[in-house]
């Protein structure tokens, strides 16, 4: 048996190996990670029974459960595996792969900036302003994925960007301002927008339900989102997996324009 081992059995045992990872972690953030832990033990029992053991009349039952359970867990998971294929086609390396088939022109002009300073000085200013009143917001910039879901759970606004429009929207007694603005085309496209909360027990407990819908949508997509603390009036920036904090104006420019850290 070992004398047969091959190169592609080696490829064969780390793809399963690198699958089950990327869904471990995919569980984790999820709070799916016991489920996770049980479906693996039942697959392990199913094989010693039914391929090791050969049990004829056990083995028949589990394969029949099987059966139905590959179904049953597409049901269960359906989320997971949203988030898992959201994942993969957010990648940095599958972006690459997008980005080599556009055109040299469309890729030179989102080398380093996404947006021009006409766009991004209103929200910059109105972020300032709103950290020093500590008003909340959470602001999410569209990049390569679109946000249609998203922003499908808002009031449309499509209007053009401006300091005042950004701050009346997030206003404590505005009907909009519980939810997030989602900026699309260099145009504000939706308000009170729903988001995605993250479950990540690595993010800082001084970070809130903004931070963590923040978290939540950029950990979906490639978008970036800007969170005005009510509490403490500290800018924060999401994208990816990551946070930066303690934003300073120069800073939230440059992040802004570049759509990404």
């Known amino acids: 048996m070992f004398l047969s081992f091959g190169l ?13 990872y990327y869904c471990y972690k995919v569980m984790k953030r999820s709070r799916s990670v016991n489920i996770f832990y049980g479906v693996l033990i039942f697959i ?3 094989i010693v029974v039914s391929k090791i053991l050969e049990m004829k009349v056990l083995g028949g039952v589990l394969d029949q459960l099987v059966n139905v359970g590959a179904i049953a867990l597409i049901v269960l998971f359906q989320e ?3 988030h898992f294929f959201y994942e993969l086609g957010a990648h940095e390396k599958a972006n690459r792969l997008v980005r ?28 300032i302003n709103m950290s020093k009143q500590k008003v909340g ?19 449309t606004i499509d209007a053009r960007i401006s300091q005042r429009l950004v701050e009346n929207i997030f206003f404590k007694n505005s009907p909009l301002h519980d939810g997030a603005m989602i900026v699309a085309g260099g145009k504000i496209v939706a308000a009170a927008c729903i988001l995605p909360i993250s479950h990540d027990l690595d993010i800082p407990k001084e970070f809130g339900l903004r931070h963590r819908a923040g978290k939540g949508v950029t950990t979906d997509t490639d978008a970036l989102a800007v969170i005005v603390s009510e509490e403490t ?21 440059n992040i802004l324009m570049k759509g990404r850290f």
């Open 8 to 20: 592609k059995d080696f490829v064969d045992i780390v793809s399963v190996a690198i699958i089950l």
């Open 44 to 46: 392990s029992f199913w």
């Open 80 to 82: 997971e595996i949203r």
């Open 100 to 127: 080599f088939f556009r055109s040299e022109k469309a890729k030179s002009a989102n080398d380093e900036y996404r947006y021009d300073r006409e766009v991004i000085f209103p929200i910059v200013m109105a972020c």
């Open 137 to 155: 917001a959470l602001i999410v910039i569209e990049n390569d994925i679109p946000l249609t879901d998203f922003i499908r759970t808002g009031e």
């Open 233 to 253: 009036g500290n800018i924060t920036a999401a994208y990816g997996d990551a946070f930066r904090s303690h934003l300073s104006p120069e800073e939230l420019e």
